[in-house]
T-cell receptor
C-alpha cells in the first residue's frame, strides 16, 4: 500500500515562529502537493513539486515556502507563522501521469496562537 | 479558470436512504473527474473517478457519471449505511494531472 506520512498530527505554535511540516511518501512518486483544508473552503493548493528541487506555486502560496531535496520528502515551511495560518494541512503525492489519483497523508492540524 | 462547485452540507439521511450529492465543474478542455472521501480522523482517499465524457465511475455502491453536456458529476448511492458517514469531495484535474481542483466538501451524516 502507498503510504504518505506527515510528521506531526497536531502542532501548536506562537505567532512569528518558524514552522516545518514534513511529508514522506514511500512509492517513488514524482509529484507531491501541499494543501490546506478549511471549513467551507475545501482544499486549496499551496505548492506542488513535480521533481526533486522543482516547485510551483499553487493558488495560495503567500506566507509559505517548500523544499524538496529528496524525491520522497516534501517540506512545507511557514517562515513566520500567523494566526490566519491556523488550519489543517494535507500532503499528497501521485505518479507523474497515469490515473491521476492522489494519495493523501492523514493531515497536520496547526494552531497558531 | 478551472473550478468545482458541490452542494452545501451537511446532508443527514437515515440508513438505507438514497443519496445524491451534486457536483458541477468549470474547465477548459477535457478534465478527469474524481470523488474523494474523508472518513473521520483520516486522510482523503479516492472513491471513484471518470476520465472522459459518459464514463461512469463506481466503487463501494457509489456511482457517478461524467456528463459533459451539463458539466456535472453527481455522486449517488442507492442505500446508504452508517459507515458511509464522511466528508465527500468532488475534484477535477486537467489533462496533465499536475493540478487538482477540489470542491468545498459535503458532510454526510447517516443515522441508524
Amino acid at each position: 500500500d502507498v503510504k504518505v506520512t506527515q510528521s506531526s498530527r497536531y502542532l501548536v505554535k506562537r505567532t512569528g515562529e518558524k514552522v516545518f511540516l514534513e511529508c514522506v511518501q514511500d512509492m517513488d512518486h514524482e509529484n507531491m502537493f501541499w494543501y490546506r483544508q478549511d471549513p467551507g473552503l475545501g482544499l486549496r493548493l499551496i505548492y506542488f513539486s513535480y521533481d526533486v528541487k522543482m516547485k510551483e506555486k499553487g493558488d495560495i502560496p503567500e506566507g509559505y515556502s517548500v523544499s524538496r531535496e529528496k524525491k520522497e520528502r516534501f517540506s512545507l515551511i511557514l517562515e513566520s507563522a500567523s494566526t490566519n495560518q491556523t488550519s489543517m494541512y494535507l500532503c499528497a503525492s501521485s505518479f507523474e501521469s497515469n490515473t491521476g489519483e492522489l494519495f493523501f497523508g492523514e493531515g497536520s492540524r496547526l494552531t497558531v496562537l | 479558470g478551472d473550478s468545482v462547485t458541490q452542494m452545501e452540507g451537511p446532508v443527514t439521511l437515515s440508513e438505507e436512504a438514497f443519496l445524491t450529492i451534486n457536483c458541477t465543474y468549470t474547465a477548459t478542455g477535457y478534465p478527469s473527474l474524481f470523488w474523494y472521501v474523508q472518513y473521520p480522523g483520516e486522510g482523503l482517499q479516492l472513491l471513484l473517478k471518470a476520465t472522459k465524457a459518459d464514463d461512469k465511475g463506481s466503487n463501494k455502491g457509489f456511482e457517478a457519471t461524467y456528463r459533459k453536456e451539463t458539466t456535472s458529476f453527481h455522486l449517488e448511492k442507492g442505500s446508504v449505511q452508517v459507515s458511509d458517514s464522511a466528508v465527500y469531495f468532488c475534484a477535477l484535474t486537467p489533462y496533465n494531472f499536475n493540478k487538482f481542483y477540489f470542491g468545498s466538501g459535503t458532510k454526510l451524516n447517516v443515522k441508524p
